[in-house]
């Protein structure tokens, strides 16, 4: 499939552009606007939406979203940082817990309970596949330098600088319930029909 030029990057919305910049052309731009530093990487299958800005040194596995929103807010990502498969990085959420009507189709005026802020990232921040970091109130994210997010995390607040961060359920092997266990013997048989 190969990467966009810089032509088509610009075209994109990129306002700077690094050298040695690798951005995969299935990549999506949604209202984008946004900068890129020297000896980046982003992989296959990434959305961006709204203004991102992106330092040196950064690598962003396949599979991202990372929105910006629709609200004029930023996602900064500082230099030396790896940001593995399948995250979902957005400056905005809903409310789950008002009573209220919400979804991107109705007008913002209506929409009374979106919680959004803006999200920076520090460097030399690695996140694991899997993870989220969204707004949980209308405060700025801020992860700091040096911090290690593991696998399956969800962020919503900040982050100290030269922590680790994990979900204590994936590392206790207590994360799942099993409500009952499938009866094999009845599949095959179905399945010998």
Do not use: W
Request: proline share 2%.
């Amino acid at each position: 499939m190969g990467y966009f030029s810089v032509k088509e990057l610009k075209e994109k919305g990129f306002k700077k552009i690094g050298k040695n910049v690798q951005i995969s052309k299935s990549v999506n731009f949604y209202n984008f606007k946004g900068s890129i530093g020297s000896n980046c990487r982003i992989d296959d299958n990434c959305i961006f939406i709204g203004e991102i800005n992106i330092k040196n040194h950064v690598h962003i596995a396949a599979f991202n979203l990372l929105s910006a929103s629709r609200f004029n807010n930023k996602i900064t990502i500082s230099s030396f940082t790896g940001i593995g498969p399948r995250c979902y990085i957005s400056c905005s959420t809903e409310d789950y817990l008002a009573d209220d009507i919400s979804n991107p189709t109705i007008n913002k005026k209506l929409r009374k309970n979106i919680i959004f802020s803006d999200i920076i990232i520090g460097e030399n921040v690695l996140v694991g596949a899997g993870c989220t970091v969204m707004p949980r109130n209308k405060k700025k994210i801020n992860i700091g330098n040096n911090v290690s997010i593991a696998t399956n995390t969800i962020i919503s607040n900040n982050i100290n600088k030269n922590s680790i961060v994990y979900n204590p359920y994936f590392f206790k092997n207590n994360s799942l319930k099993i409500k009952k266990n499938i009866n094999s013997k009845k599949i095959k048989r179905i399945l010998n029909k």
